[in-house]
């Protein structure tokens, strides 16, 4: 209980006007630990009924989609691997088939992000950028002229999520074009500014246009989003392993108009997000980085001089990482309060997307980003932050940073190796180049119980879990609830995250065993549909449940 508390008086002095009471039962929700929230581990002991009470007349955020990144090794994968091998990895990340005996093929992800390369693949070994794998190849020669058939890889997994059926795709940015930039690289010189030459914003929103032309126009394949900065507070000078530049906001606003001109002039169906912040916190604090911080006042406040919204092909959309933020888990409450309250006073009709995010900092559950870990202890944790960012921020949309990852870290769904040792930690360029075994995580099993079955234009519910006549807070049972709702097909689904140690059992009274369909990922389970009871389900211990229940007629699920 101490942990409460403190966390709820850090709260306290950051989001004024939320009472106490409240913020405690928030922040419990959240701290308590696992072994605290469920008390001593006993198989024999008397499950407790627990009911789950929905109200749709309680509605809060439209869901647009949850997606992955195509960053930065499907551009090898893509190009290199047998093509079956391709196909594997396509279906696991895209396909929203489920066979007969209830096995999901995939995770159904609704939103694919693709990145636009700036150049440093070509550049080799003067790009500055060590690891070829986090090169990039550009569509634009130096000379201004086009070649269509660069960044094969990742174009090959574009189609493969299109012919899938992922119903929309996002293209994105992090920095000019090389022989655009003003250092004459890919990434940042160090500096607080757009790593470009003087009088040359234009030529690279132009680029960015053709680009989105090119593939809507003669692909037919087009981009419903374009994010042309991200993490535009770091200067990606001293860290230049990546391609990226600082972006300062009025930048951010001169290329916007410049680019939504450009989009719009063209008839394009492109919207532009922008934000993509590098951390949640500069979207409702400068935090020491005047200039590029606090911009959700920079870019949603009316009497801004940057004000973005209105512009042309400008999405009413502001975007944030929640990397750094996630623990301890004071800090994951307070800031995603801080983030809501900041843009329900200053644009309440904006719409916040959570655009990346995979393990980096050191915790206290999971210990940092380093060494892979395939089964439940990440994919709990990160259950838990995308029902932060679901629940308290109202995300629409929840983004995980790279689908595929060759590296022993905790960044990827997917991992590749070359079936020795479990991915490395030095940048070798053939490992895993042209081929590798394939392997899933539980956290790509755990964040399909929400993309495969919280779908674009789901309507998040409120929800109440009930213990009797009483309603209780979630953190007494260890349980995480959040409820969404599709009235077009008469559909409802939750999702439910039990991070303790005990198996718990829920009634949904409205449900009846020829309407209920549950779907579980725990130790031994991949997204299984499981057996459910007349109107309740069990709640594995340690594990992510989905129940959707549908009026009227049992599941039928078919590719989107």
Sequence with gaps: MTVGVRACQCCARVVPGVGNHLLLAVVLLFSLTPDAAAGPSNDSEPRELLVLKLDPAKPHQTIVGFGASDAWRLQMVGKYWPKEKRNSIADLLFSSKISGDGKPQGIGLSLWRFY????????????????EWRRAECFQRPDGTYDWSKQQGQRWFLEAARSRGVPAFLAFSIAPPAHLAQNGKAHGAGTNSMNIQPGKLAEYARFLADVMEHFEKDLNLPFQFLSPVNEPQWDWGRSNNQEGTAVSNAECCEFARLL?????????????????????????????????????????????EHLLTGLPNVANVISGHSYGTTWPLDVLIRDRMSLRQTLDQISPTTSYWQTEFCIMEKTGEIGSGWKRDLGMDTALYVARVIHADLTIADAASWQWWTAVSRFDYKDGLI????????????????????????????LLWALGNYSLFVRPGMVRIDVRLLDGNETVSEERHGLLVSAYADKSIRRQVIVLVNRSEVERVVAIPSATASTLTTYVTSATLDLQKQAAGQHTVPIPRRSVVTVVVDEGSPLTTKPQ
Excluded at 116 to 131: F, K, N, R
Excluded at 272 to 301: C, H, M, T, W
């Design 415 to 442: 991992f590749i190796d070359d079936g020795k040792s479990s991915g490395l930690r030095s940048a070798d360029p053939d490992y895993a180049r042209r081929d590798g075994e394939i392997r899933t995580s539980k």
């Design 116 to 131: 636009v390369g700036s150049g440093s693949m070509e550049q080799g070994a003067q790009s500055g950028i060590a690891d």
């Design 260 to 304: 939504g001109a450009d989009l719009n002039r063209r008839h394009l169906g492109t919207k532009i997000v922008f934000g993509e912040s590098a951390n949640i916190s500069y979207l409702y604090s400068p935090n020491k980085l005047p200039g590029r911080g606090d911009q959700i006042r920079d870019f949603l406040d009316k009497d801004s």
